[in-house]
């Protein structure tokens, strides 16, 4: 079946050949590449999320629950960089290995990661804004229609979010201008954010009451929670205490672990891809991993988790250190300031990837090709940078914070799934492939890994799948309905060679 077309591997391998790019990147580098795309919004935001709402202090468990299902996806993914040691990540791996369709959804998938992963960083960087100024945004202009809050009574009803707006404006111009972050401002922002956790839980562990990890894992009988919009928040689904809450708040958390796939994406720079790239993946995964147990371990041990079902949800590090960690409140401001520097970078790294995602789609033909119109002085993909601004504006000015980042990370995880599995198809497919580094006890590393995120998928809220259904239906109307015509290698009638297919000849 067509739909089912390859790209060779020996052809993308070619296709690099006589390129620019140099492999100057070192396992250090890709360790701080991966540190650097990883730690952001995930952490400081939608920890405290995962605490109110469904783990408690056991929230250190969802973060190793989320851990162990990156590391299983890590593995593979250092399989398929060893292998295609090129740019394009799980899009470009599905391609030559499951074929079109599969690499098709991957790429729909991933605009879920990287393009929802922004709206949704910047909605956390309007938070932390409104922080640092003191709460002087209006709420109904920082705050999407969806939510609401009662002030002295009266209930206001948010209209648009404007802060999110500004900052994807101002990157998105700057992509299109095609300036980029030198190396020593990349170090400098990883030091920064590294260096704000670093000093949040060597302060904010002499603050730890506790009295507040105990009950460790939320009970059956929890009581429920008064919101400050007026609602009562239960715990009593399954999904919103004990166990299920620890698997349903890794659900949640996993969006903080969201980055270090970025590290594949550099593979065509590594100086030793078999050697540095799953360096850099795993190591980018341990070192956060370890700072992620320690961060909510204080955090959680600083307030109560039932704080951050109330006004402590939002800019949550900001709230614990105000409210318990007194005399320390330069120590606020300098975390605001010091995050909303990190969020940014963190946001131009995802409209980055979003936009070369749109680009080797639209080279493929799978997409118009306006999202591969370069500009004419900047030589950069404008068009598809301003259509992608209007996408990702749209969810962050309308659409609540926990909606887009439950969205971002049911796209992420699916994605994994079907890298994991590519991994056992090409096993199967091509045995024989040079496999400079190869995932360990095939297929159990991948099984486990399919089997941890769906895990992750179903702890997720039932709404956020029902979205994510419609939006991979509506991916797969535009494939059959435009993609499926429209492709290069579709219309060309010839399935390419398989690796074993060069080896016969």
Known sequence: MK?????????????????????????GSLVALGIGAIIGAGLFVRTAAAAGEHAGPAVTLSFIVAAIGCAFAGLCYAEFASIIPIAGSAYTYAYATMGEIVAWVIGWALILEYALGAATVSISWSEYLNKLLGGGIPYEWCHSPMEKIIVNGQTIHGIANLPALLILVVLSLLLIKGTQESATVNGIIVFIKVAIVLVFIAIGWQYINPANHHPYIIPDNAPDIKLSNGETYSYAPFFNHGWGGIISGAGVVFFAFIGFDAVSTAAQEAKNPSRDMPIGILGSLVVCTILYILFSWVLTGVAPYTDFMKSGKEASVAFAISNYMHGYGWLSTLVTVAILAGFSSVILVMLMGQSRVFYTMSKDGLLPKIFSDLHPKFKTPYKSNMILFLFVGAFAAFVPGSVAGDLTSIGTLFAFILVCAGVILLRKSDPNLPRPFKTPLVPLVPILGMIVCAGMIIGLPRETQLSALVWMVLGLLIYFGYSKKHSKLGTAGDILPTASDFEKQ
């Not at 739909?3 to 396992?27: W, Y």
Request: glycine share 8%.
């Open 3 to 27: 739909v089912f077309v390859k790209k060779s591997i020996e052809q993308l391998t070619a296709s690099t050949e006589g390129e620019t790019l140099k492999r100057t990147l070192g396992a």
